[in-house]
């Protein structure tokens, strides 16, 4: 479970243009090594904060459908990612970990996709791997 910041969670695009204020901590935060998030996010692993879509969702632009059954979006401006959100866990959205001011509290707590990790990437911890999707793990943490 990741440390709970004090007072509200905001967040900025690259350009400034988009932002987000979240009054609860995330569900959760994890690691993706999926080819959908590297792609998206250009690093060669991803991490998100999954929070309440009610809470995120007004303070987003128009998302658009990349990948089957993944909704995304994105800066109007400068089109730095700012959410996902997962068919199989549609109350969720994901906010990508860099673009949160407070990322220094919110440490991943598994890793999801673990089986598509790039070879040379060495991610030396202890947290739960799952070698797909880990939704049985992400869906169980806000039920």
């Known amino acids: 479970m990741p440390s709970d910041p004090a007072g ?15 009054d609860k901590p995330p569900f959760t935060v994890a690691y993706c090594h999926c080819d959908d998030c590297r792609r998206w996010t250009g690093a ?3 991490a998100f904060a999954a929070f309440d879509r009610a809470d995120v969702i007004a303070q987003l632009p128009d998302a658009f459908r990349g990948a089957a059954g993944v909704e995304r979006w994105t800066c109007p401006t400068c089109h730095a990612p700012l959410g996902a959100a997962f068919d199989y866990l549609p109350s969720h959205i994901y906010v990508p970990i860099g673009i949160i001011d407070q990322a220094e509290q919110l440490a991943p707590a598994m890793h999801s996709h673990a089986g598509n990790t790039l070879p040379w ?9 799952a070698d797909a999707s880990a939704r049985d793990a992400l869906g169980t943490v806000a039920e």
């Open 44 to 46: 060669p692993v991803a």
């Open 8 to 22: 509200p969670i905001t967040a900025r695009c690259y350009c400034g243009a988009s932002r987000l204020t979240l």
């Open 121 to 129: 990437l060495h991610i030396d911890d202890d947290l739960p791997r």
